[in-house]
């Protein structure tokens, strides 16, 4: 099976289908192994049979600032498939108060819209927008709660939200410094930025099942059911993947982007660390049709629900760092999400309609500024051997964005090792790793 001059790409998520969908446009042969037997791991839909129709594993709300998800969404040509509100609109409901606003970031950079109050959330100043600025220069170990006020209003109405979705980690552990990124990417570069993109159908069919069409297209070999259980080392290269009942021998030209999750790279790869500790996520998705007046997405204050989603057939809702939901019986969950729905778009809170609760125990890494420690570069010591996925060092949370990030990186530096017979000399400790430059986060994106 030896195939010189070809890239392995061991992995059917977001990131290796960012790195693959990548690396064909620019006529690199692409062989994608895949050990389920479908592709979009932690992000993607499919026919639920109890509710009898399609769900997301989870929402995924993407914004217009999220430049990698566009790009590549561009590149597979799935842009059709979202929905795209014309403004930049984030509505909120207070569900214990019941007042209802809507966050509505003027266009560009320049903050205008804290000058209105009608933009802004009720209740607060422009002036109290301003201690966000304190997150850019917070120390390395900072939390968002120990940078920004934790009793103001501000706080409780729209970072704690921001921050708990972005992250994945609740305000009070979350990564101050990695908060002021996602907000600086965002928020920070006004409503063109915040405008949102919300999958018509499901998120396979808007960035899962295009990029596959796109790649049979151009040719890729696309393997599923293929573990990949151990990877050979020699001289400085990797020079053999071993699936089940199957080995690839690498050819000397050929490269490896390993795309899959954390725990599972740290068995592959010898004396990498990652991030260990996961956070959970807990979805419930209701049989019914929204009212036509319903937002298409909410932000949900003071109940259990964080986030809800209007489909075509199903509101589903969100909640992020759910620690302390996911030993909760699914049952008593359901009625308990379903009152915040109920409430939040005002229907009867009777009779449940049926719904199915998703519990995702290890969603994402939690991003505590202890775990950010533990991330990898896109390098690792071997000269042939990339990673990517959201865990990997790409400057952004464990989101969409961030997976395809690192694997537009990982894809980057295929084609820059053109000496593969220049043996890296093997190292002992991840500070001796290549480090992923400026300069590679740069060529990240297209
Ligand atoms: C419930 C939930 C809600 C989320 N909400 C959001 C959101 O709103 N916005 C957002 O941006 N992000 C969100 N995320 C995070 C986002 O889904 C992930 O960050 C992203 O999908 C990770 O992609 P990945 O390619 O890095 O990893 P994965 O999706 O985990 O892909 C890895 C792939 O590798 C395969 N694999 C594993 N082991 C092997 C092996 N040995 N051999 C071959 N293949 C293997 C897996 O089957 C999988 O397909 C959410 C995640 C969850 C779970």
């Known amino acids: 099976m030896t195939s010189p001059g070809r890239v392995h790409i061991v992995g059917g998520g977001v990131a290796g289908l960012a790195a693959a969908v990548t690396l064909i446009a620019k006529t690199h042969r692409v062989a994608l192994y895949e050990s389920s037997q479908h592709a979009g791991g932690r992000c993607r839909s499919f026919l639920d049979p109890e509710l009898g129709c399609l769900i997301d594993n989870g929402n995924h709300l993407l914004l217009a600032g999220n430049t990698a998800a566009l790009a590549y969404i561009e590149r597979i040509g799935a842009l059709d498939t979202f929905e795209r509100p014309a403004e930049a609109a984030i509505p909120f409901i207070d569900l214990a108060g019941g007042e209802r606003w809507e966050l509505r970031p003027s266009q560009g950079a320049v903050p205008w819209w804290l000058l209105s109050a009608a933009r802004r959330v009720p ?91 796109l790649l049979r297209r151009k040719g890729a070999d696309i393997r599923f059911g293929a573990r990949l259980r151990a990877i050979n080392f020699a001289e400085g290269r990797a020079t053999e993947l071993l699936f089940d009942g199957d080995a690839v021998a690498l050819g000397m030209s050929d490269s490896v982007i390993l795309a899959v999750p954390a725990t599972t790279a740290a068995r592959l790869v010898p004396a990498l660390t990652v991030p260990d500790d996961h956070a959970p996520i807990v979805n419930a998705h209701f049989r019914c049709v929204a009212p036509a007046e319903a937002p298409l997405f909410a932000g949900l204050i003071g109940g259990t629900a964080e986030w809800v989603f209007k ?89 969409v964005e961030g997976a395809i990030r690192s694997g537009f990186a990982a894809a980057a530096r295929i084609g820059r090792n053109r000496n593969p017979a220049a043996v890296v000399a093997p190292v002992a400790t991840r500070q001796m790793e290549t480090p992923e430059t400026a300069e590679d986060r740069q060529r990240a994106l297209p």
């Open 311 to 399: 489909k075509r057939e199903v509101i589903s809702v969100t909640v992020s760092a759910a620690d302390r939901l996911v030993d909760e019986p699914a049952e008593s969950l359901r009625e308990r999400l379903w009152r915040d729905v109920a409430a939040a778009y005002r229907i009867p809170p009777e009779p449940v309609p049926p719904g199915r609760i998703v519990k995702e125990r290890r969603a994402t890494f939690r991003a505590t500024p202890g775990q950010l420690e533990r991330r990898p570069a896109t390098a690792t010591r071997w000269n042939n051997l990339h990673l990517a996925g959201d865990y990997v060092d790409s400057g952004l949370p464990a989101t």
């Open 123 to 213: 209740g607060t100043r422009p002036s109290d927008y301003l201690e966000a600025l304190r997150l850019r220069h917070a120390a390395l170990d900072a939390t968002v709660a120990e940078v920004l006020d934790p009793r103001s209003l501000l706080f409780h109405r729209l970072w704690q939200p921001l921050a708990v979705a972005a992250l994945n980690t609740s305000a009070e552990q979350g990564s101050a410094r990695l908060f002021w990124r996602v907000l600086a990417e965002t928020l920070g570069r006004g409503g063109s930025a915040c405008r949102a993109l919300v999958p018509r159908e499901g998120l396979s069919e808007s960035l899962i099942d295009p990029a596959l069409a």
